[in-house]
């Protein structure tokens, strides 16, 4: 052996050597083992930048022409790297076949320098008649870090489809920290948290700021400062004090009405009022002392550890365990601590995006399909340089926490959630009988319509356009949204002749109802859960799959039924019946409802019913997911006065919906 050869090897054995030990370093399965590299201490490697979040979500239907684009990246860009049409494109896609091409005006970016925001023009919604919207590709490639100068790895792609028409429902808050109570200040709020608002559609990020989103006390106390952020994933904004607040002192949170969706709809703050424009404000008063620092940590992960057969089109979650009272900080789970990467570090294209209900359950979302048979990691990054939650100053997790799961064939118990398309806005869809209305609490936060050409089809409306359908002052119903019927309205821009537009639309939206009911249909059966469901589902938790009717017809009586996603954020439910659905009672009394667990969410919920469904004859109650029955549906009875509050959608093929006193919140895509 000549010198040039044995100093070849053993430099080779001495990379190895390094290389393991570097390996060793950076810690095994679970929490063990704190990386030099990302961890805390050591050394920091630079990592390229990657998108985290972006919105609309990919594979997104429904979405609204003239809609805004966001891209949320793992830290602040170089503006002039995120140009148009070399580092941001937009095209259309031939199905159906493209009349136009979409033009990409403008871009602007947060004041963090991490989310981009695209201004477009030339959506189309789909063609009359089209069983299929317009798909939209969108695609951003090659923008690099400001800190760094590094660019994009990877090219991040995406795809969603539009809607019929522009968005004019405002957003909303649906959860707040603090939380918002009726009967005065929150009392015994931590004095080291941030407080955050959660909204039911995404928000354009350049509106939520420090003056649309303030932090007041009373004299002799002084207004904190903090800073505003706002995360992509989670529809999450956060003001995050600079210091500690004031103990015994009662805040004012204010989210201003200046605060907008991506299509400009100003915030509608008061919810018995969604027509109208104006500011969120809920108080809270502070404890007497701090809530002690504490690490948080990861108590469970879906898939589990060494999980095989995993669906190739799941998502990856993990739930943090965090100080009693505080949530994650949305602003740190991002791409850049969550990562998931398959043979030889390949890593996989995603999102990240944390469950704004909870505020621990974090979600990776590939953007393509697992392949089955390959083992991959996933890692989330502790340390100074890793997640946190919103405590000041904020508690971290000590290591990484790493695990490893294998993709299995795609079978009938993976399950995506049943597309919608232009039915997807609509809160209520009264098939080609049309909808009633009784009462003066009933609210839609989403669109309605019907085939029905009969001036009585629909009864006890009114909407953003202006259109009023046959109310009284005994029966007025709020669409925060539009109207689409093939009959008049009794005042309004409709009440001169039908709207051939609102008619078509409707017809396509009853099209596509009738597809997404004849997917469900299809779904073989597949739900596996610790206590198998009868034909009641009251008292039952149930995980995720599809479940059929025994006898032909589902119950919820006698109890509450809960639907645990065991952190998927994923997780879809599909529920099928020949006959009917009945929620409440027994009788006509005792509402019921439905809760969600772990992660899972109303959008992700459908109801396939052969005939009718009957929610909470008395009033009251909180049913979840998209209903579509092919003989109407009926939510209380005239004469009750509690509120029925339905998160989904009610979909009616044939004969009519009744709402008394409703609430029906249409969930984002």
């Given at each position: 052996?000549?010198?040039?050869?044995?100093?070849?090897?053993?430099?080779?054995?001495?990379?190895?050597?390094?290389?393991?030990?570097?390996?060793?370093?950076?810690?095994?399965?679970?929490?063990?083992?704190?990386?030099?590299?990302?961890?805390?201490?050591?050394?920091?490697?630079?990592?390229?930048?990657?998108?985290?979040?972006?919105?609309?979500?990919?594979?997104?239907?429904?979405?609204?022409?003239?809609?805004?684009?966001?891209?949320?990246?793992?830290?602040?860009?170089?503006?002039?790297?995120?140009?148009?049409?070399?580092?941001?494109?937009?095209?259309?896609?031939?199905?159906?076949?493209c009349t136009q091409q979409p033009t990409v005006t403008g871009v602007t970016f947060d004041s963090?320098?991490?989310?981009?925001?695209?201004?477009?023009?030339?959506?189309?919604?789909?063609?009359?008649?089209?069983?299929?919207?317009?798909?939209?590709?969108?695609?951003?490639?090659?923008?690099?870090?400001?800190?760094?100068?590094?660019?994009?790895?990877?090219?991040?792609?995406?795809?969603?489809?539009?809607?019929?028409?522009?968005?004019?429902?405002?957003?909303?808050?649906?959860?707040?920290?603090?939380?918002?109570?009726?009967?005065?200040?929150?009392?015994?709020?931590?004095?080291?948290?941030?407080?955050?608002?959660?909204?039911?559609?995404?928000?354009?990020?350049?509106?939520?700021?420090?003056?649309?989103?303030?932090?007041?006390?009373?004299?002799?106390?002084?207004?904190?400062?903090?800073?505003?952020?706002?995360?992509?994933?989670?529809?999450?904004?956060?003001?995050?004090?600079?210091?500690?607040?004031?103990?015994?002192?009662?805040?004012?949170?204010?989210?201003?009405?200046?605060?907008?969706?991506?299509?400009?709809?100003?915030?509608?703050?008061?919810?018995?009022?969604?027509?109208?424009?104006?500011?969120?404000?809920?108080?809270?008063?502070?404890?007497?002392?701090?809530?002690?620092?504490?690490?948080?940590?990861?108590?469970?992960?879906?898939?589990?550890?060494?999980?095989?057969?995993?669906?190739?089109?799941?998502?990856?979650?993990?739930?943090?365990?965090?100080?009693?009272?505080?949530?994650?900080?949305?602003?740190?789970?991002?791409?850049?601590?969550?990562?998931?990467?398959?043979?030889?570090?390949?890593?996989?294209?995603?999102?990240?995006?944390?469950?704004?209900?909870?505020?621990?359950?974090?979600?990776?979302?590939?953007?393509?399909?697992?392949?089955?048979?390959?083992?991959?990691?996933?890692?989330?990054?502790?340390?100074?340089?890793?997640?946190?939650?919103?405590?000041?100053?904020?508690?971290?997790?000590?290591?990484?926490?790493?695990?490893?799961?294998?993709?299995?064939?795609?079978?009938?118990?993976?399950?995506?959630?049943?597309?919608?398309?232009?039915?997807?806005?609509?809160?209520?869809?009264?098939?080609?009988?049309?909808?009633?209305?009784?009462?003066?609490?009933?609210?839609?936060?989403?669109?309605?319509?019907?085939?029905?050409?009969?001036?009585?089809?629909?009864?006890?409306?009114?909407?953003?356009?202006?259109?009023?359908?046959?109310?009284?002052?005994?029966?007025?119903?709020?669409?925060?949204?539009?109207?689409?019927?093939?009959?008049?309205?009794?005042?309004?821009?409709?009440?001169?002749?039908?709207?051939?537009?609102?008619?078509?639309?409707?017809?396509?939206?009853?099209?596509?109802?009738?597809?997404?009911?004849?997917?469900?249909?299809?779904?073989?059966?597949?739900?596996?859960?610790?206590?198998?469901?009868?034909?009641?589902?009251?008292?039952?938790?149930?995980?995720?799959?599809?479940?059929?009717?025994?006898?032909?017809?589902?119950?919820?009586?006698?109890?509450?039924?809960?639907?645990?996603?065991?952190?998927?954020?994923?997780?879809?439910?599909?529920?099928?019946?020949?006959?009917?659905?009945?929620?409440?009672?027994?009788?006509?009394?005792?509402?019921?409802?439905?809760?969600?667990?772990?992660?899972?969410?109303?959008?992700?919920?459908?109801w396939q019913v052969g005939s009718a469904a009957t929610i909470n004859a008395a009033g009251g109650?909180?049913?979840?997911?998209?209903?579509?029955?092919?003989?109407?549906?009926?939510?209380?009875?005239?004469?009750?006065?509690?509120?029925?509050?339905?998160?989904?959608?009610?979909?009616?093929?044939?004969?009519?919906?009744?709402?008394?006193?409703?609430?029906?919140?249409?969930?984002?895509?």
């Amino acid at each position: 052996m000549n010198h040039a050869e044995n100093y070849s090897k053993r430099f080779i054995w001495l990379f190895a050597l390094l290389l393991t030990a570097l390996i060793a370093g950076c810690g095994g399965g679970g929490s063990a083992g704190r990386s030099p590299i990302l961890g805390s201490g050591g050394a920091t490697l630079q990592l390229p930048p990657t998108v985290t979040a972006v919105a609309p979500v990919t594979g997104a239907s429904g979405v609204p022409l003239g809609t805004l684009i966001t891209v949320a990246f793992s830290e602040p860009m170089d503006p002039t790297t995120v140009s148009l049409g070399s580092n941001f494109t937009l095209a259309c896609v031939a199905v159906p076949a493209c009349t136009q091409q979409p033009t990409v005006t403008g871009v602007t970016f947060d004041s963090t320098g991490t989310i981009a925001t695209f201004t477009t023009s030339g959506l189309s919604a789909a063609p009359v008649g089209s069983a299929s919207p317009y798909s939209y590709t969108a695609t951003v490639t090659g923008a690099k870090s400001k800190a760094t100068g590094l660019p994009m790895t990877n090219p991040f792609i995406w795809h969603f489809t539009t809607a019929v028409t522009q968005d004019t429902t405002k957003p909303q808050v649906t959860l707040t920290v603090p939380a918002t109570t009726s009967g005065g200040p929150t009392p015994n709020v931590p004095i080291n948290t941030a407080i955050t608002a959660v909204f039911n559609k995404d928000m354009a990020p350049a509106t939520i700021s420090a003056t649309s989103f303030t932090l007041t006390c009373a004299t002799p106390c002084t207004n904190p400062s903090g800073v505003v952020s706002y995360s992509v994933g989670s529809r999450t904004a956060a003001f995050t004090p600079t210091a500690a607040l004031q103990a015994n002192t009662t805040y004012t949170a204010t989210v201003t009405k200046f605060a907008t969706d991506l299509s400009g709809n100003q915030l509608a703050g008061i919810s018995s009022q969604p027509l109208v424009a104006n500011d969120y404000v809920w108080t809270f008063t502070t404890a007497a002392a701090t809530t002690p620092a504490a690490p948080i940590s990861i108590g469970s992960t879906n898939p589990i550890s060494a999980a095989s057969g995993v669906c190739p089109n799941a998502s990856i979650n993990a739930t943090f365990t965090v100080p009693s009272g505080l949530r994650m900080d949305p602003t740190t789970v991002t791409t850049a601590t969550f990562t998931v990467a398959g043979p030889g570090t390949t890593p996989v294209l995603g999102t990240v995006g944390l469950d704004a209900a909870t505020g621990t359950i974090v979600t990776f979302t590939p953007t393509s399909l697992l392949t089955s048979g390959v083992q991959y990691t996933a890692t989330i990054t502790g340390g100074a340089n890793g997640v946190k939650d919103l405590a000041i100053p904020a508690n971290t997790m000590a290591n990484n926490y790493t695990w490893t799961f294998t993709a299995g064939p795609a079978t009938g118990a993976c399950l995506a959630p049943v597309a919608l398309n232009s039915a997807s806005t609509y809160g209520t869809f009264g098939g080609t009988a049309g909808m009633t209305n009784t009462g003066t609490l009933t609210v839609i936060n989403g669109d309605i319509g019907t085939k029905a050409t009969a001036t009585s089809a629909v009864t006890g409306f009114n909407d953003t356009a202006g259109d009023v359908y046959t109310e009284t002052p005994a029966n007025i119903g709020q669409v925060n949204g539009t109207i689409y019927t093939c009959t008049v309205s009794t005042s309004g821009p409709t009440s001169g002749g039908v709207n051939a537009t609102y008619c078509s639309d409707a017809g396509q939206a009853w099209l596509d109802a009738q597809t997404a009911y004849n997917a469900l249909v299809a779904e073989p059966s597949g739900g596996v859960s610790p206590q198998p469901p009868t034909g009641n589902l009251a008292g039952l938790t149930l995980y995720p799959g599809v479940y059929t009717a025994p006898a032909g017809s589902y119950m919820i009586q006698g109890g509450n039924l809960t639907l645990d996603a065991q952190g998927n954020a994923n997780a879809v439910w599909i529920f099928q019946m020949a006959t009917t659905l009945t929620v409440g009672g027994p009788g006509a009394t005792l509402p019921q409802s439905i809760i969600l667990a772990n992660g899972a969410q109303a959008k992700n919920v459908f109801w396939q019913v052969g005939s009718a469904a009957t929610i909470n004859a008395a009033g009251g109650g909180t049913m979840v997911g998209t209903i579509i029955s092919q003989a109407g549906a009926a939510f209380s009875t005239v004469g009750n006065v509690a509120l029925v509050t339905l998160n989904g959608r009610v979909l009616s093929l044939g004969a009519s919906v009744t709402l008394v006193d409703t609430v029906i919140n249409v969930p984002a895509p």
